[in-house]
């Protein structure tokens, strides 16, 4: 088996994309249980990989449809699913009822915000290129956004599950945006 072969499925860049993936499920373990250290840095793991798994993929020449793919799947997992979960659990876990359904409500549309902005991405993306602006924020940034909610949750800055909640509809909102943010 070639690591470097453009059409094994197991090549190296894809693996790199599957270890994404893993860090990304194992962190929502973690969350569920109540670990959130642990989860974010997996969460730090997984944004490192999917770094790497690009360059990787350009440097020697292993961009395909497939990559594309599985990419999209590890960026909708590690940077759409689990940081929902992370900041859903954090702010609702001393709350009942009609909060954990309005907030959950919010998350769900998050979440379907970012797989519509992965597919969209998806339909528009030639094998091997990477365009110079993202139309709409890119889920790895609205992974970060979210990340930076929580810890505004847990320092106390806004104790308050529905502005937090709000504040989730802006940046989801933004995913499927018209705005221009710069490809790194």
Partial sequence: MNLYDKDN??????LITFGNIAAGLIAIH???HGDYFTAIILAWIAGGLDIADGKVAR????????????DSFADFISFVVMPSFLLYYAITENTTGMTQIAVG?????YIISGLRRLIEFNIGMEV????????GVPTPLGAILLWI?????????????????????????????KLKIRHP
């Fill in 9 to 14: 499925r197991f090549n190296i860049a894809n």
């Fill in 30 to 32: 973690f969350i569920v």
């Fill in 59 to 70: 440097k020697y020449n292993l961009s395909t449809e497939f990559g594309i793919q599985v």
């Fill in 105 to 109: 409500m919010v998350f769900i549309f």
């Fill in 128 to 135: 091997g290129e990477a365009a110079k602006y993202f139309v």
């Fill in 149 to 177: 909610l929580y810890l505004v949750y847990a320092y106390g800055l806004i104790p308050n599950p529905y502005v937090i909640a709000v504040l989730v509809l802006v940046i989801a909102w933004s995913l499927n945006s």
